[in-house]
């Protein structure tokens, strides 16, 4: 099932790269909406969709809820397994979810929008998933970052730094690599997720765009200069 996407290869350097306590993304600017959000949710069972090396469905279970984590890059989920013993791990892909109708409470995409090539089934097979009155908690790096690449950040002449954007509306997959992980991004047009996201008639309950909280000031100010994340929260209307 390993794709041609960069994570079987950048695997171990993700690993190390993480650690336990995550990036600065997840640590100074996702975790704590994230699980705030978590915790407002009430949700007893989850499925992490694109799970990782198992960070986040460690913290669901660390407050208390059966989490399932679900990945395709095998060297990713024997990491989940060895840090979380008694974890439930599977390899399977966002696109095919090989799981009964409306078994979970929470599903959870934690920066993997952006990392499925078919969007189109991903998303219809997370909203399957959901029991009625579910929650989808996603983080994802805002399509004005992601149509960075391959320019984004740049330095003119007079070493001013600048985040340039283009080709906005065309969707495409570019490589991107930092410390040793090397692997290919989606940038879609804001519209192309929205559009799934209404089309499975899902409530969009909560939209943030939360800033670095703490941390490297240096980072931290990056951060705060160009639009890299968005959490929003979808609701599966209860059944009638
Ligand atoms: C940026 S990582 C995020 C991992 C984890 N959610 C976290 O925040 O640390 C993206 C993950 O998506 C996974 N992935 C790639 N294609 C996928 C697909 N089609 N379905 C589900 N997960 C996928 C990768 O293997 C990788 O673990």
């Known amino acids: 099932m390993d794709t041609d996407d960069g994570w079987p290869d950048s695997a171990s350097a993700w690993i190390a790269d993480q650690g336990e306590a ?6 100074h600017v996702l975790d704590a909406p994230m699980l705030a959000r978590v915790a407002r949710s009430g949700a007893r069972t989850a499925l992490d969709v694109g799970c990782g090396e198992g960070r986040f469905c460690r913290m669901l279970a660390a407050a208390g809820i059966a989490a399932t984590g679900i ?17 439930d791990y599977r390899r399977g892909q966002a696109e095919a979810l090989d799981l009964a109708d409306g078994g979970y ?13 078919d969007i189109g089934r991903a998303i219809p097979e997370m909203a399957r998933v959901l029991r009625p009155g579910g929650r989808l908690l996603i983080a994802n ?24 954007l283009d080709h906005y509306l065309e969707a495409r997959a570019d490589w991107v690599a930092w410390r040793g992980i090397r692997i290919r991004n989606w940038h879609r047009p804001m519209e192309t997720y929205m559009a799934l996201l209404l089309g499975q008639g899902l409530l969009l309950r909560h939209y943030a765009e939360p800033a670095p909280v703490g941390g490297d000031p240096a980072m931290a100010a990056r951060y705060r200069r160009v639009p890299y994340f968005h959490i929003m929260e979808w609701q599966k209307p209860a059944a009638k």
């Open 105 to 117: 409470d929470l599903v959870v995409s934690y920066l993997t929008l952006l990392d499925i090539a």
């Open 141 to 164: 790096m805002n399509s004005f970052f992601t149509a960075g690449p391959p320019e984004g950040w740049t330095t003119g002449a007079d070493g001013t730094r600048r985040f340039c």
């Open 22 to 27: 995550g990036d600065f993304s997840r640590r």
């Open 71 to 87: 990945d395709p890059t095998e060297a990713l989920l024997e990491a989940a397994r060895a840090r979380h013993p008694g974890g």
